[in-house]
């Protein structure tokens, strides 16, 4: 008796037009999510970096201008020092006698004399030292002003020697505009302000 034997055959697997374009729109619709998710975390992230700038830019600029405008009218030694040369609501001059001997240098590297001024075409701070060429303090300054008061805390406008004390007040803006911010043209902002008394005026 003869037996035969067939070939086994193994199941042919393959997919069809139908489902290749099932995984094809499958695959299609979570590249987009992926490429969406991505585009947000981007923009979110530049805009978190902005306002960091800005917030950084605005805080170094108050600091430093809150530290040598508490110096204003410094003379350990007497002699002859103006703590406020001048002054305006956008513009404040003083001095400070730093070195103790007795007079005020106007050189560019000695700090003792000390010009701000708000530039609102650049919207910019800028900081000049004695004689020296005025340099920026901070950039994208959309406002910025100088309060002046005297003793009993009225505003001071008459005379540079009735001023006690300076208030500082500035806004911010971010250097780019965000797109996912519907106020301002997209610009975020943060308003910073000082109150500085410095102790040698009047003295």
Same mark, same amino acid.
């Given at each position: 008796?003869?037996?035969?034997?067939?070939?086994?055959? +193994?199941? +042919?697997?393959?997919?069809?037009?139908?489902?290749?374009?099932?995984?094809?729109?499958?695959?299609?619709?979570?590249?987009?999510?992926?490429?969406?998710?991505?585009?947000? $975390?981007?923009?979110?992230?530049?805009? +978190?970096?902005?306002?960091?700038?800005?917030?950084q830019n605005a805080?170094? %600029?108050?600091?430093?201008?809150? !530290?040598?405008?508490?110096?204003?009218?410094?003379?350990?030694?007497?002699?002859?020092?103006?703590?406020?040369? *001048?002054?305006?609501?956008?513009?404040?001059?003083?001095?400070? &006698? #730093?070195?103790?001997?007795?007079?005020? *240098?106007?050189?560019?590297? &000695?700090?003792? +004399?000390?010009?701000?001024?708000? &530039?609102?075409?650049?919207?910019?701070?800028? !900081?000049?030292?004695?004689?020296? %060429?005025? %340099?920026?303090?901070?950039?994208?300054?959309?406002a910025f002003t100088?309060?002046?008061? $005297?003793?009993?805390?009225?505003?001071?406008?008459?005379? %540079?020697?009735?001023? !006690?004390?300076?208030?500082?007040?500035?806004?911010?803006?971010?250097?780019?505009?965000?797109?996912?911010?519907?106020?301002?043209?997209?610009? !975020?902002?943060? &308003?910073? *302000?000082? #109150?500085?008394?410095?102790?040698?005026?009047?003295?």
């Amino acid at each position: 008796m003869f037996w035969w034997h067939y070939p086994k055959t +193994q199941d +042919q697997c393959a997919f069809t037009l139908i489902e290749l374009m099932i995984a094809l729109a499958i695959g299609m619709i979570v590249m987009a999510s992926v490429a969406t998710t991505f585009t947000t $975390q981007t923009r979110a992230y530049s805009a +978190q970096e902005q306002i960091n700038q800005m917030e950084q830019n605005a805080r170094g %600029a108050l600091d430093i201008m809150s !530290r040598e405008i508490k110096m204003a009218g410094y003379k350990p030694n007497g002699g002859s020092v103006t703590g406020v040369v *001048s002054y305006s609501s956008t513009n404040l001059t003083i001095q400070a &006698d #730093l070195n103790a001997d007795g007079s005020v *240098s106007t050189s560019g590297s &000695d700090n003792e +004399q000390i010009a701000y001024a708000y &530039d609102s075409a650049n919207k910019k701070i800028t !900081r000049q030292v004695g004689n020296a %060429a005025a %340099a920026t303090l901070a950039e994208n300054i959309s406002a910025f002003t100088f309060t002046y008061y $005297q003793t009993s805390g009225t505003t001071a406008a008459t005379s %540079a020697n009735n001023i !006690r004390r300076i208030k500082i007040s500035l806004t911010a803006k971010t250097e780019k505009p965000d797109p996912g911010y519907p106020s301002n043209g997209g610009y !975020r902002t943060v &308003d910073l *302000s000082a #109150l500085i008394t410095p102790i040698n005026l009047g003295l």
